[in-house]
C-alpha cells in the first residue's frame, strides 16, 4: 500500500473512501476514523488514504475528478444565491418605501 492523500475528519475520509471504492480501487484509512474521539479540525482530525500500488494512477485519477467537481459545484449556488438575495433586497425594499409613504398618501388624501 502506497499513501494516496490525506484527509481532515473521518466524514471527508469515508466519502473518499466510497469513491474510490466505487471506482473498484481498494483504499485503506489510517488515523482517527473510527476512535471514540472524532476531530474534526487541525492535525488530530487527520486521516491518511492508502491505496494499492497498481492502482494509485487510477486513483490519483478520482481525486482529480473530485476536485474538478467540488470546483464547479461551488460557482452555481453562489450564482443562484447572489441573484435570490438581490430579488429577496428588491422586495424588501419596495415593502418599505410603500411603508413610509403610506402615510404620506393618508395625509396628503385628507
Given at each position: ?9 473521518s466524514f471527508a475520509a469515508r ?96
Open positions: 500500500m502506497v499513501h494516496l492523500t490525506q484527509v481532515h475528519g466519502v473518499l473512501l466510497a469513491r474510490l471504492a466505487d471506482e473498484g480501487i481498494d483504499a485503506r484509512l489510517r488515523g482517527p476514523v473510527d476512535g471514540p474521539y472524532r476531530f474534526t479540525v487541525g492535525e488530530m482530525a487527520r486521516v491518511e488514504v492508502y491505496v494499492p500500488e497498481d492502482q494509485i494512477d487510477d486513483a490519483a485519477y478520482v481525486l482529480l475528478a473530485n476536485e474538478v467537481e467540488d470546483a464547479t459545484a461551488l460557482v452555481e449556488p453562489a450564482v443562484r444565491r447572489s441573484v435570490h438575495h438581490r430579488g429577496v433586497a428588491a422586495l424588501v425594499l419596495c415593502a418599505i418605501v410603500v411603508a413610509a409613504l403610506a402615510p404620506v398618501a393618508h395625509f396628503v388624501g385628507n
